[in-house]
C-alpha cells in the first residue's frame, strides 16, 4: 500500500475501484486501520457520542477534535486523514476563523483534509478553506451537528423536494472544489442518482452500495457500542462483550488467587 492522497481516490472512482474508510480516535485504533489497508482515516466529530460520553457531536469542541486528530496522525501512516470541523467552528458568519480553525486541524494536528457539514449555504466558506490549500470533503443527508433542526436521527431526502435540493447541494458542492463526498442516511436510490451525477467520489453512510465507497463508526463495526445501532451499520464483531468476558475472567483469577503464577512473576 502506498500513500492514499485526493488524486488516488479520484482514480479509484475513476476506474470503478471501491473506497473505504473508517472512523478512529486514537493512536492504536489508527495503527490496525491503517495496517489493514483502509483508504482514509476519518476523526469524526461522532468521537462525542462514540469515546466522551455526550448524547450528541454538538459538544465536541476544536480542541478535542486537534487532540485525538494528534494521537491518529501518530498511528497512521498510509491512509489519507481526515478530520471533522466540529459544531460552532464553521457556519458563524465569520469565513476568516472558519479558515483558521480548518488550518489548525491540518498545522497543529495533522490532518490532510478537513470535513464540513452542508450543501449551498457553505460554498462561501469552503471555497476559502480551500483557497488556503486545505481539501475539503462535504458532508449531506443526515449532518448529526443540524440533528435539532431535524428534529432527530432520521433517514433525510425523503421527498421529491428535499431529494431535488440534496443533488442540487452536492452539485454545487462539487462546483466550489471538495475532493469527495459523504452522504449519511438517505435511500440508496437517491444516493445512486448522486454518485453516478458527480465526477468525485461518493462515500456513503446509511445510504446503500452504489457509492463509490463506504464509511463506518469503527467502534459499531466493531461491536464495541453498546449504545442504539443503526440498521446501516454491519457488526463484523462483538468486541465489547469479548472484552467484558475477558476482564471478568481477569476478576475471576485475582479473587481467586489464579493470577500471576510463578512464571508470571520474578524470583
Ligand atoms: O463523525 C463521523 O464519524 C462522521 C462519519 C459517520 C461520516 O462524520
Ligand atoms: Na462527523
Known amino acids: 500500500q502506498s500513500k492514499v492522497n485526493i488524486n488516488s481516490l479520484q482514480n479509484k472512482k475513476d476506474n470503478n475501484q471501491k473506497i473505504t474508510m473508517l472512523t478512529a480516535y486514537d493512536y492504536q485504533f489508527a495503527k490496525l486501520i491503517d495496517e489493514a489497508e483502509i483508504d482514509v482515516i476519518l476523526v469524526g466529530d461522532s468521537l462525542g457520542m462514540v469515546v466522551l460520553g455526550y448524547d450528541t457531536t454538538l459538544e465536541v469542541t476544536l480542541d478535542d ?24 467552528t464553521y457556519k458563524t458568519g465569520n469565513i476568516a476563523q472558519t479558515v483558521k480553525n480548518a488550518g489548525q486541524l491540518i498545522k497543529t494536528a495533522k490532518a490532510e483534509a478537513v470535513k464540513l457539514e452542508g450543501g449551498r449555504e457553505i460554498v462561501d466558506e469552503i471555497a476559502a478553506v ?3 490549500g486545505i481539501p475539503v470533503m462535504g458532508h449531506l443527508g443526515l449532518t448529526p451537528q443540524s440533528v435539532h433542526q431535524f428534529g432527530g436521527f432520521k433517514v433525510q431526502g425523503q421527498t421529491d ?9 452536492a452539485l454545487a458542492l462539487e462546483e466550489a472544489g471538495v475532493f469527495a463526498l459523504v452522504l449519511e442516511c438517505i435511500s440508496r436510490d437517491l444516493a445512486a442518482k448522486v454518485t453516478n451525477q458527480l465526477s468525485i467520489p461518493v462515500i ?22 453498546n449504545q442504539f445501532v443503526p440498521k446501516f451499520v454491519r457488526e463484523y464483531d462483538n468486541l465489547g462483550e469479548k472484552v467484558k468476558k475477558a476482564i471478568k475472567t481477569y476478576k475471576q483469577d485475582v479473587e481467586q488467587g489464579e493470577f500471576p ?7
Open 204 to 225: 456513503g453512510i446509511g445510504a446503500g452500495r452504489s457509492c463509490d465507497g463506504q464509511v463506518l463508526v469503527v467502534h459499531d463495526m466493531l461491536g464495541i457500542n
Open 130 to 132: 480551500i483557497r488556503a
Open 161 to 169: 423536494a428535499a431529494a431535488e435540493k440534496l443533488i442540487a447541494d
Open 65 to 88: 477534535m486537534i487532540y485525538h486528530t494528534q494521537a491518529v496522525a501518530r498511528g497512521r501512516e498510509n491512509a489519507l486523514l481526515v478530520a471533522d470541523l466540529p459544531f460552532m
Open 261 to 267: 503464577t510463578a512464571g508470571e512473576s520474578f524470583s
